[in-house]
């Protein structure tokens, strides 16, 4: 049975996540900073086969022990400060954690799962606020990053240093760019929640108003539950690079046995010869 680690278990993409991967046949395993998680208890009635298990994305040797205990083929990196605004006035705990924290949860990885040949697979949770001062719409995979928050900022190193120790180790590590995508599990604080809340709450005399910041602000919202199952779909990719090399040798010996089966096989077959095998 496979096994799943998953950093940010408590939020919205961590319990959509645990569902997903439960569905799937998979142990899944929560990190969870401290004891004191509010929303823990809550997160365990409705899904209690989450193991969950102590960690802390600013300790390294937390992240050691925590893999040494679950021993995961995948593991998802969730966990972040998630607030833009936030950011700013916690510049630095943000880069601590949601930029610094990926490092510290690769290390982690290398170091159970070893330099070479690494069997464990790893997802880092990228964030559209990377492009910030966008250079083209829609961005795409290519377009440069240029991002105006710390937040944004520190997504940036994260998924840098993934490509780093993805090209430096081998590591089956991939990013997924993520926009505004929305659940019943979002939290109260996201606007989405907010505004949902306060509706209802209005229409029950409960609460008389809503506050809220700019109204022209525009998102391309999707659905979590979407955007997990592609998480744990690029997690089943057999190859990341998509470089293709060969030597000329073999390019020569494809050429000519293309063009020797091509004298000898019906034309509905040549879709599946040599030539069209190379990569």
Request: net charge positive; with cysteine; hydrophobic share 40%.
């Amino acid at each position: 049975m496979p096994r799943a680690f998953i950093t940010g278990i408590t939020g919205q993409d961590g319990q959509h996540l645990a569902q997903f991967l439960h569905g799937k046949g998979y142990d899944v395993y929560g990190m969870v900073k401290g004891q004191s998680n509010p929303r823990v208890a809550a997160v365990l009635e409705e899904m209690p086969f989450i193991e969950m298990i102590p960690g802390d994305l600013a300790d390294l040797p937390s992240l050691v022990a925590a893999l040494e205990v679950s021993q995961p083929d995948e593991v998802y990196n969730l966990g972040a400060i998630s607030f833009v605004a936030l950011s700013f006035n916690q510049a630095e705990l943000t880069a601590n954690i949601t930029g610094l924290g990926v490092l510290r949860m690769l290390e982690a990885i290398r170091m159970i799962g070893g330099s070479q040949n690494n069997p464990i697979r790893f997802y880092q949770a990228s964030s559209s606020e990377m492009f910030g001062k966008v250079r083209e719409t829609p961005q795409n995979e290519r377009t440069p990053f240029h991002p105006r928050s710390p937040y944004g900022c520190a997504k940036v190193f994260g998924h840098d240093i993934v490509v780093n120790y993805r090209e430096s180790y081998g590591l089956h590590a991939s990013s997924g760019i993520l926009f505004n995508h929305e659940g019943p599990k979002r939290g109260i604080e996201f606007v989405t929640r907010k505004v949902t809340n306060a509706v209802a709450r209005i229409k029950l005399g409960l609460q008389h108003e809503l506050v809220l910041g700019n109204l022209d602000s525009k998102r391309d919202w999707g659905y979590a539950g979407d955007y997990v199952k592609a998480m744990w779909m690029m997690l089943q990719q057999v190859n990341l690079t998509r470089s293709c090399t060969k030597p000329i040798r073999i390019f020569l010996l494809v050429a000519v046995l293309n063009f020797v089966l091509s004298r000898l096989i019906p034309a509905q077959l040549a879709a599946a010869s040599p030539m069209n095998l190379w990569c």
